[in-house]
Structure formats: C-alpha cells, structure tokens
C-alpha cells in the first residue's frame, strides 16, 4: 500500500507535484519532465518536458498538454 503518499491514487499525484516524473503511453512513446498539474481526468501539465522513444530521446519539448486516456504508466523519480 501506498505509505508516505496517503491511501488514494490522486494523493500520490499530487505528492509528485513539481518533481520529476516518467509517462509511458498507450503508443510505447514516454515523457519525463517536471509535474506541474493534473484533474481528475489524470490530464497532465508537464514542464520541462523530454519526449523518449525506445530508450532514446527523441526531442526536448518544454512544458506539454497529455491527454490522460492515452496514459498507461505514471512513475514519480
């Protein structure tokens, strides 16, 4: 169970507020960059954002909109 974090998944979001984080997506492209906002739709706001690609980076792309149906993986680092 979650610890440091409380007991629900919107509680681990928002402790990971401003830190960096991983998103993997549905189509196997990754994203990490500083986690600046989300709903309740588990739309991300990232800052600082780097887009990844099998395991390389494949551009560096500032602050961007995911759309939260298209996530599968939300790691805090």
């Known amino acids: 169970m979650m610890e440091e974090t409380g007991s629900r998944p919107l509680d681990a979001l928002n402790a990971a507020r401003n830190k960096t ?3 993997e997506l549905k189509n196997g492209f990754s994203y990490i960059g500083k986690l ?3 709903d309740i739709h588990i739309n991300i706001v ?3 954002a780097e887009e990844h690609h099998n395991g390389e980076v494949r551009r560096k792309l500032g602050t961007v909109f995911i759309r ?3 996530i599968t993986i939300i790691s805090p680092s």
């Open 21 to 23: 984080v991983l998103i």
């Open 36 to 38: 600046k906002a989300f």
């Open 46 to 48: 990232l800052h600082e």
């Open 68 to 70: 939260g149906d298209t």
